[in-house]
T-cell receptor, first 110, second 116 residues
Framework: GEDVEQSLFLSVREGDSSVINCTYT??????LYWYKQEPGAGLQLLTY?????DMKQDQRLTVLLNKKDKHLSLRIADTQTGDSAIYFC??????????FGSGTRLQVQP | DAGITQSPRHKVTETGTPVTLRCHQT?????MYWYRQDPGHGLRLIHY???????DKGEVSDGYSVSRSKTEDFLLTLESATSSQTSVYFC???????????????FGPGTRLTVT
């Protein structure tokens, strides 16, 4: 079956780069997504990458995809305290519902 | 945020009572989903809908039913609430990103349900 795995916790200092990693098992996934969830809030779509791409950059966010190893990462440059949140990786194909990882809690220390 | 609202936002109910959660969207999207979020599990799919009166089960559908009689409303019913259904429930819609043939999924603000 489909499975998406993430590490549970990451702590960085303000101004450093953060790298959140994700692995997935469904090789038919067309898109891989990153969502951000702040306490008590819904999920905010941050960015996503098509499975035939290696990299996507969007301002401070860089997504890297290694399709051979089914590994996805999200790099946040110049991490700020406002980036503290839970980050979810998800995979999907077309209109199908997404399969989510269990989330990585990012803590940014001043 | 794709114009998605959920009601109620918080609810406390007793074991054995029926509960209905409502998801309302204003942008006429066909594809809608109900997920539940629990610690350590991320989000798991309960039911989904590809249009009016077109619904199907997801990964964790036992104890839940859904209805979609209008495009804008997707209702989730807990037929007889149990403590294991204490969770945060999220509704989502899926829409095509213009010109990219890619689907983007957007979420409502969530409903926190406590079953005592």
């Amino acid at each position: 079956g489909e499975d998406v795995e993430q590490s549970l916790f990451l702590s960085v200092r303000e101004g450093d780069s953060s790298v959140i990693n994700c692995t997935y098992t469904d090789s038919s996934s067309t898109y891989l997504y990153w969502y951000k969830q702040e306490p008590g809030a819904g999920l905010q779509l941050l960015t996503y990458i098509f499975s035939n791409m290696d990299m996507k950059q969007d301002q401070r966010l860089t997504v890297l995809l290694n399709k051979k190893d089914k590994h996805l990462s999200l790099r946040i440059a110049d991490t700020q305290t406002g980036d503290s949140a839970i980050y979810f990786c998800a995979e999907g194909t077309g209109r199908r519902a997404l399969t989510f990882g269990s989330g990585t809690r990012l803590q940014v220390q001043p | 945020d794709a114009g998605i609202t959920q009601s109620p936002r918080h609810k406390v109910t007793e074991t054995g009572t029926p509960v209905t959660l409502r998801c309302h969207q204003t942008e006429n999207h066909r594809y809608m989903y109900w997920y539940r979020q629990d610690p350590g599990h991320g989000l798991r799919l309960i039911h989904y809908s590809y249009g009016v009166k077109d619904t199907d089960k997801g990964e964790v559908s036992d104890g839940y039913s859904v209805s979609r009689s209008k495009t804008e409303d997707f209702l989730l019913t807990l037929e007889s609430a149990t403590s294991s259904q204490t969770s945060v429930y999220f509704c989502a819609i899926s829409r095509l990103a213009g010109g990219l043939s890619s689907y983007e999924q957007y979420f409502g603000p969530g409903t926190r349900l406590t079953v005592t």
